[in-house]
């Protein structure tokens, strides 16, 4: 595996707005397909796709659009539900958005006639990440630069408050343990919190700032990386507080930090969107160099396939998927 120079993308998929952010959904869904849902300024697309890496009947990318939710704000960030199913009926289409009235919104859908929104409201400032529960999906968790984690039921009720020192980045639930949340705030710390006692657990210090997006390594738990100013960092929570590993790699600030679903060892990082381009990279923890270095026109939103080394960038009217030799 040798590092590349920047290359364009393995496949784009043309979209009629802005995408603001995109995500893969990582549960099963039941079907061959992937389901993916994509937001722009008004809407949230949510799509099945299938790609010639699973499938050789497929050229590239299959990618079928299911059902335009009309949104009426732009969407800042997304989760999906694990309820979400296609081998079922009636078929269940479940996530949650955050926008930027400081709600969030709770779109149920049996794509036909039954389209149900519940809104949250209780975050006084900018939301940037929320999670659903991974196992059964009855709570929402969501981080604000209100300083707060909050804890939502699917009625749409907040459950729990945790103050936070600083802006709420990320925020990752481990995926057996329904207990057990990650926070990594602003200002460089990484807490993991007990849900029972709604107590700090374990912290982790990434030594600078400022901390812009982390990840939990959900195929191994003991590791967790982000990204701080231009570098990114790796820690081994079984081994330190401080990180094991750090890495100077975008010049212009790096953006999001995500971990691959298929492969421990990889990772991709975004640079902050530039005037004219923005910086995809994928990293292998054995490797010094990125062993990917993609270019996109201001990329937006990085989610990773459930079970392909493959990983998508939103951008002006596109989609980008970018395949990595493993």
Not at 5 to 27: L, M
Not at 141 to 151: E, G, P, Q
Not at 192 to 213: C, E, K, N, W
Request: with cysteine; charged share 20%; proline share 5%.
């Amino acid at each position: 595996m040798k590092p590349e120079d920047s290359r364009g993308p393995s496949y784009t998929v043309p979209c009629e707005d802005y995408v603001h952010v995109v995500e893969f959904s990582p549960f099963d869904s039941g079907s061959p397909t992937s389901l993916l849902a994509y937001g722009g300024n008004q809407y949230v697309v949510v799509a099945t796709c299938r790609f010639q890496e699973e499938d050789t009947e497929v050229e590239g990318v299959e990618f079928t659009t299911l059902r335009v939710f009309h949104h009426g704000l732009r969407v800042d960030a997304m989760t999906w539900s694990p309820e979400s199913r296609l081998d079922q009926l009636p078929q269940v289409i479940r996530f949650c958005t955050a926008a930027a009235d400081r709600n969030l919104r709770l779109l149920t859908s049996d794509l036909q006639d039954t389209n149900e929104v519940k809104v949250l409201e209780g975050h006084t400032d900018y939301i940037n990440q929320l999670v659903f529960e991974p196992t059964e999906g009855k709570q929402i968790a969501s981080v604000s630069d209100d300083h707060t984690c909050r804890l939502w039921d699917l009625e749409g009720k907040e459950t729990a408050c945790l103050q936070l020192r600083s802006p709420g980045m990320s925020v990752c639930w481990h995926p057996e343990e329904i207990f057990k949340l990650m926070v990594a705030e602003k200002n460089g710390t990484v807490r993991f919190y007990d849900l029972v006692t709604q107590q700090a657990i374990l912290s982790l210090d990434s030594g600078q700032t400022p901390l812009m997006s982390a990840d939990w390594c959900l195929t191994n738990t003991i590791k967790v990386g982000a990204v701080t100013g231009n570098d990114w960092v790796i820690w081994d929570i079984t081994r330190s507080s401080y990180p094991q590993e750090k890495r100077p790699v975008h010049v212009d600030r790096a953006r999001l930090f995500r971990w691959s679903r298929a492969n421990e060892n990889l990772f991709s990082t975004t640079g902050c969107p530039g005037k004219i381009s923005s910086q995809l990279l994928v990293h292998h923890l054995g490797h010094p160099q990125p062993v990917l270095i993609g270019s996109s026109c201001v990329g937006a939103g990085l989610s990773w396939h459930r079970s392909l080394p493959l990983c998508v960038v939103g951008g002006d009217r596109k989609l980008s998927f970018w395949v990595t030799e493993m």
